[in-house]
């Protein structure tokens, strides 16, 4: 049973058409969630923790927040560099990170 | 900023051979990760190690061994390299102790064939 779904597989925007990623999970004991972004065949890249439900975070265009099911990745006006693989993992007490498969973005001008 | 860094970007192996990947971290973490990513299975944990000479099996572990002598290098061994361990492998790192709330620095990975 997946703990960790996120949903789109795939999305592809226009440049400037703001979307929304999602990660649920199903894990107990949510110590935090972890945002990364991956290039292709680059390591992934830390983005945002969240820790508690209502937590919010924001980087540039990106706005990360958490509820006690799911976490949302909100990109506002997207760019052709904010294409990549959006990935998502959480942080079960006692255990190391649980990520999901991704969702990998195209963002085309 | 965090450094992790892998010995090579890319590698071809043969079936049999023993293979050592290596990832070294300069921020003086507690913890390192080896993870494998495959298109359609994401990341799945290998090993991981919370403290030098410690080791602790992931999800994955089989067909794979690590070794920790120091607290900056992590080493992933393929004691026999076969076929089905074609892969991406990403090695990580993160400051504090076991079960603590902390994010993971990823290094550029390693792209292993084995032939």
């Known amino acids: 049973e997946d703990q960790v779904t996120q949903s789109p597989e795939a999305l592809r925007l226009q440049e400037g058409e703001s979307s929304s990623l999602n990660c649920s999970y199903t894990?107990?004991?949510?110590?935090?969630l972890f945002w990364y972004r991956q290039d292709p065949g680059k390591g992934p890249e830390f983005l945002f923790t969240?820790?508690?439900a209502g937590e919010e975070k924001e980087k540039e265009r990106l706005k990360a927040t958490l509820t006690k099911k799911e976490s949302f990745l909100h990109i506002t006006a997207p760019k052709p560099e904010d294409s990549a693989t959006y990935l998502c993992?959480?942080?079960?007490?006692?255990?190391?990170?649980?990520f999901g498969k991704g969702t990998t973005l195209s963002v085309s001008s | 900023d965090v450094k992790v860094t892998q010995s090579s970007r890319y590698l071809v192996k043969r079936t049999g051979e023993k293979v050592f990947l290596e990832c070294v971290q300069d921020?003086?973490?507690?913890?390192m990760f080896w993870y494998r990513q495959d298109p359609g299975l994401g990341l799945r944990l290998i090993y991981f190690?919370?403290?030098?000479?410690?080791?602790e099996k992931g999800d994955i572990p089989e067909g794979y061994s690590v070794s920790r002598e120091k607290k900056e290098r992590f080493s992933l061994i393929l004691e026999s390299a076969s076929t089905n361990q074609t892969s991406m492998y990403l090695c990580?790192?993160?400051?504090?102790?076991?079960?603590?709330?902390?994010?993971?620095?990823f290094g550029p990975g390693t792209r292993l064939t084995v032939l």
């Open positions: 990580a790192s993160s400051p504090g102790l076991a079960g603590a709330r902390d994010e993971q620095f």
């Open positions: 921020m003086d973490h507690e913890n």
């Open positions: 190690s919370y403290d030098v000479k410690m080791k």
């Open positions: 969240l820790y508690s």
């Open positions: 993992a959480v942080n079960q007490a006692g255990t190391a990170l649980i």
């Open positions: 894990v107990s004991g949510l110590r935090g």
